[in-house]
Each structure stands twice: as structure tokens, then as C-alpha cells.
């Protein structure tokens, strides 16, 4: 079972890192919507150490809209970024 469906708003946390992480610096702290829900994989924490049998968690496709990521984005209105992000990267956004 996922925790979140599509459709659900989420923010993705400003957490530091050491390592690996595939959580670009430009959409933490931001929130988005999920786009949709994707096959569970084995996370990069533990795949880039080749932990083949690593824990495996939901990957979600998450959509931001441009203009709340770059502060000086010159597109259009409804341009959108989508990153498709790990369970563990996401927390729930109160209504």
C-alpha cells in the first residue's frame, strides 16, 4: 500500500544529506502534487553502495509548477517540472 495517491499535495523536506541522494536542492522545501504512483524500487541510499537487496520503497512522479521553483521563470503559466521521487523524501501537507 502507498501512502499517497495522485492528486495529494506534498513537500518535499529541506533535509541535508551525505552521500547519495537523488533529491535535487532546487525542490526541497517546495511543495508539489503527485502526478502519479510508480513501481517500488530499491532506494539510491542503498543501491549506490550495490545493496541489491536494499529496502525498497514507492517512487512518485511529483509536479511543480515552474514559477514556484525559479523566482524569475519567464515561461508560461502552466509549465510545469516533474521528478519522480522516494516515499521517504515526502511528507504530507495539511489541508
Same mark, same amino acid.
Given at each position: 500500500m502507498t501512502t499517497f495517491v495522485a492528486g495529494d499535495p +506534498?513537500?518535499?523536506p529541506a533535509l541535508p544529506t551525505i552521500g547519495h541522494s537523488r533529491v535535487p536542492e532546487? +525542490?526541497?522545501g517546495r +511543495?508539489?502534487?503527485v502526478e502519479? +504512483?510508480?513501481t517500488p524500487f530499491v532506494?539510491?541510499?542503498d543501491d549506490a553502495w550495490r545493496r541489491l537487496d536494499g529496502r525498497r520503497e514507492t517512487l512518485y512522479r511529483v509536479?511543480?509548477?515552474q514559477r514556484e521553483l525559479w523566482p524569475d521563470y519567464q515561461g508560461g503559466?502552466?509549465?510545469v517540472l516533474e521528478?519522480?521521487?522516494f516515499e521517504h523524501w515526502l511528507e504530507e501537507v495539511e489541508a
Open positions: +506534498v513537500r518535499i532546487y +525542490v526541497r +511543495v508539489g502534487s502519479r +504512483v510508480l532506494i539510491p541510499e509536479r511543480f509548477p503559466v502552466d509549465d521528478i519522480e521521487i
